[in-house]
């Protein structure tokens, strides 16, 4: 078991509850809050398709050993990121 895949996946967790239910949008940085229209979406957004997978994938790689992990993880972060940018654009929530 890695703990510091277990520490960090726990964070992401608790981001993406703050994001997602919690709607404290304050926790993501790089954005104007003046621009955005619905802060509700962005965080829903945020937190339930960047953060929650991210954070899942990373407990689990905690308990689960196998080769290229690092790589798959930062693959997936990678494709959650885009998905989310699409989203967030595509729904013109900025």
Do not use: C
């Not at 937190?47 to 790589?71: Q, R, W």
């Amino acid at each position: 078991m890695e703990t510091g895949f277990l520490i960090i996946g726990i964070a992401l967790l608790l981001i993406s509850y703050l994001l997602a239910v919690k709607k404290q949008t304050w926790l993501l940085a790089g954005f104007n809050e003046k621009n955005i229209k619905n802060k509700s979406l962005l965080g829903k957004i945020t937190g339930g398709i960047f953060f929650l997978p991210l954070g899942l994938l990373a407990v689990i790689h905690s308990f689960v050993d196998y080769p290229y992990e690092e790589t798959v993880l930062g693959i997936a972060m990678l494709l959650l990121l885009t998905i989310t940018y699409l989203l967030i654009n595509r729904k013109r929530v900025l």
